[in-house]
């Protein structure tokens, strides 16, 4: 396994991590639940605050799972896009539970 850090005047800009599984857990501000994902290799570019997970990537946060070979998530408007990176026979599969709407009656 091997870490790379890339900085720029004592400010971080890059982080770089390869290895048998790469792994990322955080709690968003206002969330229950972390957020967890692996891969084999995972970038984390800090002036944009997203992580991109490459070569089989699984994120997951409760019940919704997503993965494929590359998964970009946008630490700042949590987002998350997922691309099988042009792999023949790879796909991207996603499992999303539905939530139940918080209905306000007077």
Do not use: C
């Amino acid at each position: 396994d091997k870490m790379t850090v890339y900085h720029k005047n004592q400010e971080l800009q890059k982080i770089i991590v390869v290895g048998n599984l790469a792994t990322y857990e955080e709690l968003p501000e206002g969330e229950t639940q972390k957020i967890h994902a692996k891969s084999r290799r995972m970038d984390y570019i800090a002036t944009d605050e997203i992580f991109i997970f490459t070569r089989e990537a699984h994120l997951w946060q409760g019940t919704d799972r997503i993965s494929g070979e590359r998964i970009e998530y946008d630490r700042i408007n949590n987002g998350m896009q997922a691309s099988n990176e042009g792999k023949e026979n790879s796909r991207v599969n996603a499992v999303f539970t539905p939530r139940k709407a918080h209905q306000d009656k007077p």
